[in-house]
């Protein structure tokens, strides 16, 4: 008996030690056994460890401490005779089960409508039928009973009816871990004593050892108690739970009350014109053709691409080292040249220049409507150069694609016989190149935005010039209402904006109704064609219009193809080239190039090389080709009324990229391209009746559908506190507002009277957004900064992941090798420090089917990050080879981002219960932790998080506070009642792809 008495006592002491330490080895328990033995107070036994160098969690040694001494003074009554009680599950002292009591079954055979259930621990071996409707609380499940539970599935049932011959069955309110009704689990939780653990079940060996000393009275059920019941004493905060549950803490802070909503109850922000008319389904149907593709492409290359990095102004131009042997054959006749670069010629705004300069000397702003073409980018910085207008200081130009910034820069150092960097600069985020030289800075104007945050007089300029202005980004946006104020102030600087297609007197009426100057381009006549029928396909019916155009135009000319993004750019180009090489013979040669932001520049200026004679060249292009860039040559333009834009949702605080219609404003500006340089077709393909009744009038600005949380930090920098009432050209819906204002609350970059905090100023000073820079601040006081400063490095870039078509399978081979268990953050980390222990060699990288060009530009990142984070004080430490600091640090700023696992491989965000699925590709995919973190959603077939990390549901009680708190008992009560049984599959399934497993005692919720 004093033997099994003190194997239950090591059993109790080894778990506890093994939670707490992650230490399972039966001689440290046997010695902290003796040390508590040989003290008689609790002082003596902390003495006794820390002479033997021992630091145990005082918690933990308390525990020890309790349970030895009340082992060792225990008096074990004899001959104690105990009756079995209905709550044990192995012999019933009644011949038949009763209605009400619950028993321990295993599941014998499954139909779609029920399964059916052996008791056990009855000589008669009763069968019951458990129905479906009795498997779920939810009534409006439609699962079927066999994908809840399997063959050979133990369970815990409740008897609801009984008849002669036939028992109906329950498992619904059942834990079908502990064998109790939740009912039964709130009285135990509300009455037992405070702590954050349930009661530690002891192992089968040791239950059935101790329950036939019960039935022997050897032992009573409360020396039972006493064995198990300690441990509720525990505190969670040094040993994991099994049942800890979060909420989110609904509490408003004072600057927000009365103002923020629930976010369930928020309506969209984006309404199509007509969401039933042919052009708005024909969106929604090139939206899902994309996912299919993306999906298919992406779970077998398990590629990792920002959604940030899809869009235009903010990719990085980098693209992966791949030899041009292992390219598809369209792709290697995109390098190169095929003719020499076109020698400038005199651009129509030229005949301005006097009028433009005597304009600015007037007047303190104006605004400036040129058609594309006309030279306006290129050639006013260097009138405002050649006249000296802005004395000492700067010409600052503004575009609101880095693509655009870095290749106008360049075209206008090309221009006045200067090096780009030195009188000629750009800056784009983590790329810079200017000096003290330079006098025109070309930037993207969220470059400009991060400027006014350390001066907010721009102080270094003398002219600023906002370009593109009809994009209307969202730095656009707040810096027309930056430069309002600064005008009303300063009488120093001037401003020009400037666009090809603007709404002239709305702009004129917010900048003080001041003067328009309207420049004409070169234009020629184009006609117009419409589609009969809407197209389902669109990508198919462009690249067949493309074609066919080849074909049937006898006059010369190139062709402009506008579509919604790489993907569909790469696709289409590959057919293209494809189906046009067999017609070279009879219609000649068809020259298909590529324009997209992250493609390299060499591809990129082959666009504006002129067309050998006798052949013909289609570009293939975003909307960056709309306004941004001007080809010279283009003379057919195909249509298909769609663009890839970025929506927010507040409901579930995320972004995605959605094909949607165009507006008619960018429909005339793709029309206007086809006449540049010749009379030209515009072909469209939608109808008529659809660019009448449902095309908007113009293109709803990026402020009012994007999260403003990254701008609103900005502002707040700058001083302006009243976001709701400051002066917008267009307001944002007061609900972004708020939603943002949200946001930087609980990332506690706003305190509770909405006030800027110390954390928040510092997240401001990063080109980051915020999660991200709260990511990296953290990590210096978690002590990981040097590993997270990896991460955000190569979250900011490109995928890195290289999977070509004939090696597809060695490729995948090498990644399963490189992938962490603990999520993908940490297999992008551990990639990185294979490449650097490997002298960060480019034959490493080939090796290992990882893009090199990726990994140098996440380099080139983090040497930029470094120096800003030395800049600004924040120190770099390393946490060496532990794992937790960096995933708290990932927690610290992505916990709004957190999904709990529901079903089977079906997880649900705990903001909003939405239902999403770990990526295909993940290190993650097939392992689904209970808990996890992602760093964005891709909406393909299925909602997928993308860079996930399995995190333990503590860390984002104790990093998010403001976010999340520990649910109640009674919460958890409720949360267990929506549990469901795991489905187990039939190990005499005749379906091959299911294996027979061991019934998980961890329960899957939902």
């Known amino acids: 008996m ?68 009340r082992h060792c003074n225990q008096v074990i009554p004899e001959n104690t ?35 059916f259930v052996k008791i056990e621990g009855f000589h008669s071996k009763p069968v019951g039928m458990l129905p479906v409707t009795e498997m779920s609380n939810d009534p409006g499940s439609r699962l079927l009973a066999t994908d809840i539970v399997g063959v050979g599935q133990h369970l815990f049932v409740k008897v609801i009816k009984s ?99 629930d976010k369930r109850k928020i309506e969209p922000l984006y309404v199509e014109s007509n969401p039933e008319g042919s052009l708005a389904r024909s969106a929604r149907e090139a939206s899902r053709l994309s996912r299919e593709k993306q999906e298919t492409k992406r779970s077998t290359q398990g590629s990792s691409k920002s959604i940030v990095g899809l869009l235009d102004d903010e990719a990085p131009s980098v693209i992966p080292t791949i030899p041009l042997s292992e390219l598809p054959e369209w792709k290697r006749q995109t390098f190169g040249s095929f003719g020499p670069t076109l020698e400038k010629k005199k651009l129509p705004i030229s005949d301005y220049e006097s009028q433009i300069i005597d304009m600015l000397s007037k007047n303190r702003v104006f605004i400036l409507v040129g058609e594309t073409g006309c030279g306006k980018t290129t050639q006013i910085p260097q009138f405002l ?52 030289n330079t006098k025109v800075k070309f930037m993207t104007d969220g470059m400009l935005l991060k400027e006014c945050l350390g001066d907010r007089q721009l102080s ?23 430069m309002k104020e600064l005008l009303s102030k300063d009488d120093r600087l001037k401003v020009i904006v400037t666009s090809a297609t603007l709404q002239k007197e709305k702009f004129s009426s917010f900048f003080f109704n001041c003067p328009v100057l309207e420049v004409p381009g070169r234009t020629f006549p184009v006609t117009t064609s419409f589609a009969v029928t809407a197209f389902t396909d669109y990508l198919q019916a462009s690249v067949n219009t493309v074609l066919k155009l080849h074909q049937t135009e006898e006059k010369p000319g190139d062709i402009l193809l506008f579509l919604t993004g790489q993907d569909d750019i790469d696709t289409a180009c590959e057919q293209i080239y494809q189906r046009s090489k067999p017609m070279e013979e009879n219609f000649g040669k068809l020259i298909v190039l590529p324009i997209y932001s992250s493609l390299p520049t060499e591809q990129q200026t082959m666009i504006f090389q002129p067309t050998p004679p006798g052949q013909r060249k289609v570009v293939v292009a975003t909307n960056i080709a709309e306004t941004s ?19 927010y949702d507040p409901r579930t605080g995320m972004d995605t990229l959605e094909v949607v219609p165009i507006s008619k404003a960018a429909a005339n500006q793709r029309k206007g391209r086809a006449g540049r340089t010749a009379a030209g077709k515009c072909i469209r393909l939608y109808t008529e009746d659809s660019y009448n009744n449902e095309m908007k009038e113009t293109t709803i600005p990026e402020i009012q559908r994007s999260n403003m949380a990254m701008v609103a930090l900005d502002m707040k920098v700058i001083g302006i506190d009243d976001l709701i009432g400051f002066d917008f050209m267009d307001k944002p819906p007061t609900k972004i507002i708020i939603d943002a204002l949200d946001q930087l609350y609980t990332l506690g970059a706003l305190d509770e009277e909405g006030n800027l905090t110390p954390l928040g100023r510092d997240m401001s000073k990063f080109s980051l957004n915020p999660q991200l820079a709260k990511m990296l601040i953290m990590s210096s006081m978690l002590g990981c900064s040097e590993e997270v400063l990896v991460l955000v490095a190569i979250l900011s870039v490109q995928g890195i992941w290289y999977r070509p078509r004939k090696k597809q399978a060695e490729a995948d081979a090498m990644k399963a090798r490189l992938n962490r268990d603990e999520g993908d953050h940490m297999t992008l980390l551990h990639v990185f420090r294979e490449w650097q222990k490997n002298g960060e060699r480019e034959a ?45 640090a990932i927690v610290s700023g992505f916990f709004a981002k957190a999904a709990r696992r529901y079903m089977g491989t079906e997880y649900k965000t705990i903001v909003d219960d939405h239902p999403v699925y770990i990526f295909p590709g993940s290190a993650l995919f097939g392992r689904e932790p209970e808990y996890c973190v992602f760093h964005e959603l891709v909406n393909t077939t299925r909602e997928y998080m993308r860079n996930t990390v399995a995190v333990d549901p503590r860390w984002l009680v104790e990093l998010a506070p403001a976010f ?14 929506a549990d469901r049984v795991n489905p187990l599959a039939d190990r005499k399934s005749d379906n091959k792809d299911r294996k027979w497993r061991i019934t998980e005692q961890r329960i899957i919720r939902i």
Request: charged share 25%; aromatic share 8%; glycine share 6%.
């Open 385 to 436: 150069l050649r006249s000296g207008i802005a004395g000492d200081l700067m010409i600052g130009v503004t575009q609101p694609r880095r693509v655009a910034a870095i290749s106008v820069a360049k075209r206008v150092a090309d221009e006045t016989n200067s090096i780009i960097g030195d009188l000629i600069g750009y800056q784009v985020r983590f790329e810079e190149k200017t000096s003290r």
């Open 629 to 647: 860039i001007t080809i010279d040559g283009i003379r057919y333009v195909v249509d298909p009324g769609l663009v890839k834009e970025m929506r």
């Open 81 to 115: 005779i105990v009756p079995i009680s209905k709550a044990s599950f192995d012999e019933p002292d009644i011949m038949q089960p009763e209605v009400g009591v619950i028993y321990k079954g295993r599941v014998t055979s499954v139909t779609n409508q029920c399964a």
């Open 844 to 888: 490493w990288c080939k090796e290992n089917y990882v893009h090199y060009r990726s990994l140098k530009r996440a380099k080139d990142v983090m040497t930029q990050l470094r120096q800003q984070m030395e800049q600004f004080h924040v120190p770099l430490v390393s946490c060496g080879k532990e794992i937790i600091p960096i995933l708290k």
């Open 2 to 69: 004093e033997k099994i008495r003190e194997l239950a006592l090591i059993s109790a002491v080894l778990e506890a030690v093994k939670k707490s330490m992650k230490i399972d080895k039966r001689q440290v328990a046997e010695f902290l056994i003796s040390c508590a033995k040989k003290n008689n107070s609790f002082d003596d036994f902390i003495a006794t460890l820390k002479t033997r160098k021992v630091n145990l969690p005082i918690d933990l040694s308390k525990y020890i401490f309790d349970v030895t001494k």
């Open 460 to 482: 270094n300029y003398g002219v600023i010039m906002l370009d593109e202005a009809h994009e209307r980004t969202i730095h656009t946006d707040v810096l027309f209402g930056l």
């Open 964 to 977: 999340y708190r520990k649910a109640s008992p009674l919460e958890m009560t409720s949360r267990k009642r």
């Open 163 to 261: 008849m002669t011959a036939s028992l109906t069955l329950s498992i619904k309110g059942i834990d079908q871990t502990t064998g109790l009704s939740y009912e039964e689990e709130a009285v135990i939780e509300n009455t037992a004593p405070t702590g954050a653990f349930r009661t530690m079940r002891l192992s089968s060996p040791e239950r059935f050892e101790v329950e036939q000393l019960m039935r022997a009275g050897t032992v009573t059920q409360n020396d039972l108690h006493d064995l198990a019941g300690d441990y509720e004493q525990i505190s969670y905060s040094s040993i994991p739970e099994t049942y800890f549950e979060i909420a989110l803490n609904k509490t408003v802070p004072p600057f927000l009350q009365g103002l923020k909503t």
